[in-house]
């Protein structure tokens, strides 16, 4: 019989409705509950695309005698940690501050006041590598609970002082300069590897928004090594594994030092921020390669993630179905020498094996290889490599697919239409432009309300229950603001006024300028989390920062433009410090030292050839964080295009920064040198 989570509308939380555990949603009702029957709450966090998630819930919480038990003694609670990132920031904060290290899934021990007192992670449902099982700290906080109580709430109201007194220490409220950039690069610089590009050891992430800084550093000061970082690292990730070498897109990061193996989830986030980065390269260098995977995934996002309703998904996950019933990591995408001779023949087969990297012994487990792409020197026949990722593709597209969680995140779907609105542009791609408008009209239509307050989730075209966070206002509004830039329409700068300044009342401190990422009136945690650092997106703060950064660009607002400055403070205390956890906070900062630019091209209208040469131009115009709105001559739709007469006649665009203009100019490669940082 299905429990609580039935109802829910997070496909994780579905995931488990099935169980024997009588969970509960979070919800004010599990702890009143737990109040009720006097008995600790057992917090189970975690996402539908974790591999160990899955691990647990099969060996522990589908099996009849743990949930008999659980449900005996504790009131058992299931968050999914991309609709609730409050609770799950909240907490995993504790279980790091107390044991070191953190992950999903994430299991938490509290008081009917909703006070961690034990915390861990994953447990086996027996002893294992020094590990107690599940049951055994089942029992162990049971017997604690009813035996030594004081001393359970103590180390519980411990707990909470601890967390109170993690303050952020936020610096001077004073953007990054010169010198605390040039820190920024030099700590990347140390941190690089440059053997194999991106930075640090195993496991190796994509450093989306430390390669946005990196680019947009050279742009504004020429620094060779930047753009090297950048597009070695880009060429590495995308030679390797964690590319998906025949549908494009990327997998959440690489098991080793050297992008091999990949952990094989597919997220949004990571393909949206991609997408982009990659797209920001080819405008840099013309790369070749830069262009080609900006495209992959951008199609790659709309044709295996985008929802009926026109958003876009979660994730896919790491596991499917290996053709025997078992659900195996990485199955959907890997491939020993005999399936290759089994698709393609003998000949082609060993042409593949070559191309692709697969080896007798594997890359990966059992023999099975990860395709990647190492550099070949030599003569490559393309038309026949084309055939052979299509016959792959083909044939790979009748395995059992890996799950899709159909989720809709805000946020997320604010990078997405960020980075297909971009590309779209830039490639004269104008169904991945209509992509991104549709995924923003969903936002607005299902996620916003009157008051323009954001809601998280939806699925199935139903708005969940949850308040959007700091990254939701921030994430969707840069959306906007990107999708105003290349359309010419002044409704998403509108649009992102109204996120934006929920941001100004509602997440910034008035006293210090520092942002929340829960809102002022939202539901009280034991804290309000609060945390500038990226992680896989973004943080919250630093998106904000640049967000209201261009708004106040686009419309001369001197609240938004403060607010941006103010929120970089945190920026100039931990870039030097450490660089690679706020690379979009350095990102913005380089936009602050520039500006940044602000470009109105103004013709006949955008279906006018002169004015769509202008327009594209500006669109590719490298300095940081230049805003750019177009539109026909007497046009009120940005505050941009007032007062902007024709030159002679002709479709003109206008550059201006820091309150001061060039003369406007009529000629597109004049205009691409004044926007070449």
């Known amino acids: 019989m299905p429990n609580r989570l039935a109802h829910e509308t997070s496909p994780y939380l579905l995931q488990h409705a099935d169980n024997p555990v009588d969970w509960w949603p979070w919800s004010s009702e ?7 029957r006097n008995v600790p709450v057992l917090l189970s966090v975690g996402y539908s695309s974790c591999h160990w998630c899955h691990v647990m819930a099969h060996e522990s919480f589908e099996d009849e005698e743990t949930a008999e038990y659980l449900n005996a003694h504790y009131v058992s609670v299931k968050v999914d940690r991309e609709e609730r990132p409050d609770v799950d920031a909240v907490y995993m904060e504790a279980v790091q501050a107390a044991t070191g290290q953190g992950g999903w899934p994430m299991t938490v021990f509290l008081t009917p006041d909703a006070e961690p007192f034990y915390f861990g992670t994953y447990f086996p449902p027996s002893p294992r590598q020094g590990m107690p099982s ?47 950039l040039a820190q920024a690069l030099l700590g ?10 991106g930075f640090g050891g195993a496991p190796k992430f994509p450093p989306s928004m430390a390669l ?22 880009c060429e590495r990730m995308a030679r390797g594994g964690m590319y998906d070498q025949l549908g494009g897109g990327f997998a959440r990061y690489s098991v080793d030092r ?18 982009r980065v990659y797209a920001h390269l080819w405008r840099s260098t013309g790369s070749e390669l830069a262009r080609r995977v900006a495209l992959e995934t951008a199609d790659f996002m709309v044709r295996e993630l985008r929802t009926n309703e026109g958003g876009f998904a979660s994730a896919l996950d790491a596991d499917s179905d290996d053709g025997t019933g078992r659900h195996v990591e990485g199955a959907y995408y890997v491939w020993t020498p005999e399936q290759l001779r089994e698709v393609l023949g003998d000949e082609d087969a ?21 395709l990647q792409l190492p550099v070949r020197d030599g003569f490559v026949d393309a038309g026949r490599v084309a055939s052979i990722r299509e016959r792959l593709l ?55 309300d009157e008051q323009a307050r954001l809601t998280r989730t939806s699925k199935d075209g139903r708005a969940g229950a949850n308040a959007g966070v700091l990254e939701d206002y921030a994430d969707v509004a840069e959306g906007f603001l990107a999708l105003a830039s290349v359309t010419g329409e002044g409704v998403w700068l509108e649009f992102a006024g109204f996120l934006l300044d929920h941001v100004l009342v509602r997440f910034t401190d008035p006293e210090s300028g520092s942002l929340y990422d829960t809102a002022a009136d939202a539901e009280r945690l034991i804290r309000r989390p609060q945390d500038p650092t990226d992680n896989a997106a973004p943080s919250g703060w630093t998106a904000a920062a640049n967000a209201l950064l261009s708004y106040a660009a686009h419309t001369g607002s001197e609240p938004h433009r403060t607010a941006a400055e103010r929120a970089l403070g945190v920026v100039k ?35 006018d050839e002169g004015t769509r040469a202008l327009h594209r131009t500006a669109l590719l115009g490298t300095a940081p964080g230049a805003v750019v709105a177009a539109g026909a001559l007497g046009s009120d739709e940005f505050p941009l295009l007032a007062d902007r007469p024709l030159v002679g006649g002709e479709p003109a665009a206008y550059v201006c920064r820091n309150f001061t203009c060039d003369a406007p100019t009529t000629e597109p490669d004049r205009l691409r040198t004044v926007l070449s940082g």
């Open 30 to 36: 599990a702890f009143e509950e737990a109040r009720k």
């Open 134 to 180: 599940f049951r055994q700290v089942l029992q162990g906080v049971h017997q604690a609970w009813d035996e030594r109580r004081d001393e359970v709430a103590e180390v519980a109201g411990k707990i909470v002082r601890d967390l109170a007194g993690r303050e952020i220490s936020y610096g001077d409220a004073q953007t990054p300069g010169e010198e605390e």
């Open 188 to 197: 990347l610089t140390r941190e690089y590897d440059p053997q194999r590009g």
């Open 212 to 233: 946005e800084f990196l680019l947009r550093h050279h742009a504004r000061t020429g620094a060779e090594g930047a753009l090297q970082m950048a597009r070695d690292t």
């Open 258 to 275: 050297d992008w091999v193996v990949p952990h094989f989830e597919k997220m949004l986030y990571d393909n949206a921020l991609l997408c």
């Open 350 to 370: 060993e042409l593949a094996a070559r191309h692709f990297g697969v080896t007798e012994e594997g890359t990966f487990e059992e023999g099975a290889s990860v």
């Open 394 to 448: 083909a044939a790979r597209s009748g395995r059992p697919a890996p799950g899709r969680d159909d989720k809709v995140v805000a946020a997320w779907n604010g990078l997405a239409i960020a980075a297909l609105a971009e590309t779209g542009a830039y490639f004269d791609r104008p169904d991945l432009v209509e992509a991104a408008v549709a995924a923003a009209d969903l936002l607005v239509r299902l996620h916003l």
């Open 573 to 607: 205390a931990l870039g030097p410090r450490v660089p690679r956890f706020i690379g979009w906070g350095l990102a913005a900062a380089e936009a602050v030292l520039d500006g940044p630019r602000e470009v109105a091209v103004v013709g006949p209208g955008l279906d």
